[in-house]
């Protein structure tokens, strides 16, 4: 008796058909520019950041590779890998909203290892993987996903704001934060970026599946 073999069908058509999202261009502009010396992450602002493939020249985030942390459970810890986190993008508008949440006043992009405060841009840390950013002096990054929020970052917050209780502020920072923590991004073109210079955002074609 001959056997017969099927082929699992491993794109059935959905009741729902995909949506898809164009690409689109938005504009921008550099709020602030921020580097970190080499031994901490936490930033100090400049007036003009030099980045090569590696990154910024000099910063803590610099490298063309990276070890791997937590947030690569697939790999063991401390696997050298590619660095697709050179640079740390925020939004002044969604890091008030992060203040707000905690009670605080504010949150400095300095306190949490900001390299760019982008303004302009309304959600930005929903703007998708391979979003690029094109700087008016040459330089192109593009986006590799969201930053997402860690104890470290929030115990650095505690501490500049004075909090009493400076593990409860590090444990609320990750909470507070989701998805408005900004983005991380590695160097495509490299260059000089100045403060005040305009940008242009190309965000990709996207699909969505509406079940």
């Known amino acids: 008796m001959q056997q017969t073999t099927t082929t699992p069908d491993l794109f059935p058509e959905a009741e729902t058909p995909?949506?898809?999202?164009?690409?689109?261009?938005?504009?921008?502009?550099?709020?602030?520019?921020?580097?970190?010396?080499?031994?901490?992450?936490?930033?100090?602002?400049?007036?003009?950041?030099?980045?090569?493939?590696?990154?910024?020249?000099?910063?803590?985030?610099?490298?063309?590779?990276?070890?791997?942390?937590g947030r690569e459970p697939w790999y063991?810890?401390?696997?050298?890998?590619?660095?697709?986190?050179?640079?740390?993008?925020?939004?002044?508008?969604?890091?008030?909203?992060?203040?707000?949440?905690?009670?605080?006043?504010?949150?400095?992009?300095?306190?949490?290892?900001?390299?760019?405060?982008?303004?302009?841009?309304?959600h930005l840390s929903m703007l998708p993987s391979g979003t690029l950013m094109f700087f008016r002096g040459g330089?192109?990054?593009?986006?590799?996903?969201?930053?997402?929020?860690?104890?470290?970052?929030?115990?650095?917050?505690?501490e500049h704001t004075g909090m009493a209780d400076l593990e409860a502020g590090a444990l609320a920072f990750p909470k507070a934060a989701k998805r408005l923590r900004g983005l991380v991004a590695w160097v495509e073109k490299p260059g000089r970026i100045v403060a005040g210079e305009d940008i242009s955002v190309r965000v990709p074609e996207q699909w969505i599946y509406r079940a």
């Open 18 to 69: 995909v949506e898809i999202v164009p690409a689109c261009k938005l504009i921008a502009k550099v709020e602030a520019l921020y580097v970190a010396p080499s031994d901490h992450f936490e930033t100090r602002a400049v007036d003009e950041l030099r980045l090569g493939f590696d990154g910024i020249d000099g910063d803590f985030h610099a490298g063309a590779t990276r070890r791997s942390g």
């Open 76 to 122: 063991p810890r401390g696997t050298e890998m590619r660095n697709e986190r050179q640079l740390s993008i925020v939004a002044a508008d969604e890091l008030a909203i992060v203040a707000k949440r905690m009670g605080l006043k504010e949150i400095k992009p300095e306190w949490i290892g900001a390299n760019l405060l982008i303004e302009g841009l309304p």
């Open 139 to 158: 330089v192109t990054v593009k986006v590799d996903a969201q930053n997402g929020p860690c104890r470290i970052a929030g115990r650095s917050v505690a």
